[in-house]
């Protein structure tokens, strides 16, 4: 994708795109710098 930032779901470890956090199965809610970093991109 040259210089362009990608955002791509779990699917993609390791390909150097975007993987945005997500919530582990029973937890309620991500922590403040989780969702600070998600929303930065």
């Known amino acids: 994708m040259g210089n362009t930032v990608t955002i791509a779901d779990g699917g993609y470890p ?3 795109l975007v993987i945005p956090h997500r919530r582990q199965r029973g ?3 991500l922590p403040a710098w989780k969702e600070d970093h998600n929303k930065s991109h």
């Open 14 to 16: 390791g390909t150097g």
């Open 27 to 29: 937890q309620s809610e």
